[in-house]
T-cell receptor
Framework: DAKTTQPTSMDCAEGRAANLPCNHS???????VYWYRQIHSQGPQYIIH???NNETNEMASLIITEDRKSSTLILPHATLRDTAVYYC??????????????FGGGTRLMVKP | DAGVIQSPRHEVTEMGQEVTLRCKPI?????LFWYRQTMMRGLELLIY????????DSGMPEDRFSAKMPNASFSTLKIQPSEPRDSAVYFC???????????FGPGTRLTVT
């Protein structure tokens, strides 16, 4: 499985966009990039995933570089409730299990008033 | 839907005692996962089931740990005998082949003294 590298922590002002980077330079052609987050004392929560194209949903946008070696999760208008640890995960799609997730250290995002 | 349900939410026990953690997955989900989270090791997969059958238990730390899924709506993770190093938050998650998401429960915080 491809490994990911994320900054340990980041700060963001409330109301501003939060841009969380992730490097996955060894990603394979059939591997998806997933983002989960974990708010304090809760279980992880799915945010978004993508393969090649940029993706957007009601929570966030995912920008994947053309070479797929890195990606950025964008929270367009961060709120205090977005304070959490954000995990970037690369998941193989050939796996018959279909749903394996390997969590790394993640980025601790602190949204400040 | 109530989501993934875990019980108890908190468990404090003495070293050597048996501990049983319980999980009720989301109805209709055919995958169930047990994770453990510690400060030192982060979030790691212990075991997962597909259609009530254990598929991969390579993450189970040792023979003191066992997991069962007697039916589609219930799973247990048992530790016998428990040790202080088993202190962690244990998460259960469920999912399906048709969904890219894993849905996590609120976790059980286990403290072994």
């Amino acid at each position: 499985d491809a490994k990911t590298t994320q900054p340990t922590s980041m700060d963001c002002a409330e109301g501003r966009a939060a841009n969380l980077p992730c490097n996955h330079s060894t990603i394979s052609g059939n591997e998806y990039v997933y983002w989960y987050r974990q708010i304090h004392s809760q279980g992880p929560q799915y945010i978004i995933h993508g393969l090649k194209n940029n993706e957007t949903n009601e929570m966030a946008s995912l920008i994947i570089t053309e070479d797929r070696k890195s990606s950025t999760l964008i929270l367009p208008h961060a709120t205090l409730r977005d304070t959490a640890v954000y995990y970037c995960i690369v998941r193989p799609t050939y796996n018959n299990a279909g749903n394996m997730l390997t969590f790394g250290g993640g980025t601790r995002l602190m949204v400040k008033p | 839907d109530a989501g993934v349900i875990q019980s108890p939410r908190h468990e404090v026990t003495e070293m050597g005692q048996e501990v049983t953690l319980r999980c009720k997955p989301i109805s209709g989900h055919d995958y169930l996962f047990w994770y453990r989270q510690t400060m030192m090791r982060g979030l790691e997969l212990l075991i997962y089931f597909n259609n009530n059958v254990p598929i991969d238990d390579s993450g189970m730390p040792e023979d003191r740990f066992s997991a069962k899924m007697p039916n589609a709506s219930f799973s247990t993770l048992k530790i016998q005998p428990s040790e202080p190093r088993d202190s962690a938050v244990y998460f259960c998650a469920s999912g399906t082949d048709n969904s890219y998401e894993q849905y996590f429960g609120p976790g059980t915080r286990l403290t072994v003294t």
